[in-house]
C-alpha cells in the first residue's frame, strides 16, 4: 500500500454522487483544495444504473419524481431538452456536464473504495484499497442507501415462506413476478418506481405503508383554457 506522501488535502470527499459533486464545488468556490475519492467508475451515485443487484442503484426505468425547478442546481440550470422529468440516464448527463462547467474532473478519483478513516492529531487518514490519503477535513458523500436495510427480513418476516427481494436489488422487471401476487412493504420513492414498473404485469398488488402519506399527480390543469401544467411548478 502506497502513502500520498506529506500531501495533506483541505477537504477529502467520500463518494462522487449530487452531494459530493456540489461539495467539491463549493470547496474550490472558497479557496480549498478537496479531492474526491469514488469507488465506482463514474460519477452519479445512485443515479449511475448498473444491473448488478450488489450495487444499489435506480432502476432501468427511474424517472424523476421532481421536476427541473426542483431537482436542478440553483447555479446551472438543467437544460429544457431533458424535459419534465428527467429519466437517469440524462441525470448522469446533467451531473457529468456540472462537472466540466465548474472543473472537478481533476479533483476526482475513481475505482477507490474508502476502507477506514482514522484521526490523528493533526488531521484526518484516509486508507483505500491502495492508498492512504491525508485531509484537515472529511465529508461522508457516500449517501445513506449504499447498504440494504434487511432489519424487516430477520423481524416481522422472519417466518414469511416465500421470496423476499430488497427494492435495492430490483432493477427492471423480473418474468417470474408475471401474474403473482406482490406485497410492496415502505413508502418511498423506490416503493412508487417498484409499483409503477410491475403493476400492469402482475396479478395484483398489496402497497404496505406503515404511516400517513400524501400522493400527488405530477401534472395538474389550473386553468380551464391552458394546458395540464407540473405540479411542482406550477404555482
Known sequence: MSSIGDKVYDVLIVGGGWSGLLMCKYALEH????IVLEKRSNIGGVWNFTEDPSIVTVQESTCTTSSPSLTEMSDFPMPPEMGHFPHHTAVVNYLRMYATH??????IIFNTSVERITKTKRNWEITTSNSVYKALNVSVCSG????PNRDIEVGILKEYPGKIVHGGEIKK?????RDKTIVIVGGGETAADIL?????????IFWLISRGQHFFRKFVKILPHRQPQVLDKAS
Not at 102 to 107: C, D, I, V
Not at 144 to 147: D, F, K, N, P, T
Open 173 to 177: 422487471f423480473d418474468e417470474s413476478y
Open 31 to 34: 479557496g480549498l483544495e478537496p
Open 196 to 204: 409503477e414498473e410491475l403493476y400492469p404485469k402482475v396479478k395484483q
Open 102 to 107: 465548474f472543473k472537478l474532473w481533476e479533483r
Open 144 to 147: 445513506v442507501l449504499g447498504e
